[in-house]
């Protein structure tokens, strides 16, 4: 499969050693290749703002373009920032243009066991019990 991985990008608050980071993981489907290039385009922007968000500590993406999938990978200093995060204005705009699109999402959330940068095969290895 080919797949581009966007690197982790950390967001505004720095861990802390002590800290249990609330980690969300989400698979996107899209329906068909023409559906991809406006999805791309939405989750760079969706990216951007997750990065600056309050309470975010990072996030990176993963595209998947013949596939029609992506993925994403973000940290959040609690869960009260992640929820932030998804009812932003910005946030809830995307998904409603892109509903349409969606042929499939499945998402996982669960509390870090460090303060370090998730990785993906623990991100995949819930999605796929998510699904």
Do not use: C, K
């Not at 309050?54 to 990978?73: I, Q």
């Not at 066991?113 to 990785?119: K, Y």
């Amino acid at each position: 499969m080919f797949a581009l991985t966007l690197p982790w990008t950390p967001g505004p608050v720095a861990p802390r050693p002590s800290d249990r980071p609330v980690v969300m993981a989400a698979e996107l489907r899209v329906r068909g290749l023409r559906h991809v290039p406006g999805f791309l385009r939405q989750s760079l922007a969706v990216r951007d703002q997750a990065r600056r968000a309050p309470g975010s500590l990072g996030v990176t993406l993963r595209a998947a373009p013949l596939r029609r999938t992506f993925w994403v990978l973000s940290a959040w200093s609690d869960r009260e920032a992640l929820t932030a995060f998804v009812r932003s204005e910005t946030h809830r705009r995307a998904m409603t243009a892109l509903r349409p699109a969606m042929e499939h999402s499945a998402f996982a959330s669960w509390e870090a066991e460090s303060p370090d940068a998730p990785g993906w095969a623990e991100a995949d290895r819930r999605l796929a019990d998510a699904a």
